[in-house]
C-alpha cells in the first residue's frame, strides 16, 4: 500500500503532497512522486492539508483516487494506470553488406520499430492506450553520414498508437 504524505506549508504555503510507494513488507525511503499546489491549480493555498482514503475511487475506473484538501477547496486527483513501454529496434538485412562493389542498384535496407505496452500493476482495465512520438536519425554520431530516408533526409519523425498488443512500424532506408 502506499502513503501519501501532505506538506501544507511547503513553498510559502502553497503547498504539496509526497507518495512513497509501498513494497512487500515496508515502505520505500524515498518518495515516488511530489505534486505541488501551484502545478495543480495557480492560487491554492495549504494544498495538502488534509487526504481522502487511497482507496476511493471517485471516478469509478477501478483505480483509486485522492481529494486532497487546501484553503477553500477540494481536488481530486485521479489515478492513471502503470506501464512498462519496450522497444524493439531490427534491421534487414542485419548487416549491410561493404564488400559489395556492383553500385548501378541502390541498396534498400529496412529497419522495424516495435512498441510493446505491458501493466505493471495489476489493473482492471481493460483498453489501454499510449500515443508514442518517435525520431529515427540514421547514422547519428557521424558528421558525414551513409544512411537516408530519401536524398539527403536522414531524420524520420512519427507518430503510433500503441495498445497492449505489440505495434511496429517498418522503414524503408538507403
Known amino acids: 500500500m502506499d502513503v501519501v504524505v501532505g506538506a501544507p506549508l511547503e513553498d510559502n504555503g502553497q503547498g504539496s503532497i509526497y507518495i512513497f510507494n509501498g513494497r512487500n513488507a515496508d515502505i520505500a525511503p524515498t518518495y515516488s512522486q511530489r505534486i505541488s499546489g501551484s502545478s495543480v491549480r495557480s492560487g491554492l493555498q495549504y494544498f495538502g492539508i488534509s487526504l481522502s482514503q487511497s482507496s476511493l475511487d471517485h471516478s469509478q475506473d477501478q483505480l483509486p483516487d485522492l481529494a486532497v484538501g487546501s484553503k477553500g477547496a477540494v481536488t481530486l486527483l485521479r489515478s ?73 533526409i536522414r531524420d524520420l519523425s512519427r507518430m503510433i498508437s500503441v495498445s497492449l498488443q505489440e505495434k511496429c512500424d517498418e522503414h524503408n532506408f538507403l
Open 80 to 152: 492513471r494506470p502503470i506501464v512498462d513501454l519496450q522497444n524493439t529496434l531490427t534491421y534487414n538485412p542485419s548487416k549491410i553488406p561493404t564488400r559489395d562493389t556492383n553500385c548501378t542498384s541502390p541498396l534498400r535496407n529496412t529497419l522495424k520499430l516495435c512498441f510493446t505496452m505491458d501493466r505493471l500493476k495489476n489493473d482492471p482495465q481493460s483498453d489501454l492506450n499510449a500515443n508514442i512520438n518517435y525520431t529515427i536519425k540514421l547514422d547519428a554520431k557521424r558528421q558525414s553520414y551513409r544512411a537516408y530516408f530519401s536524398e539527403k
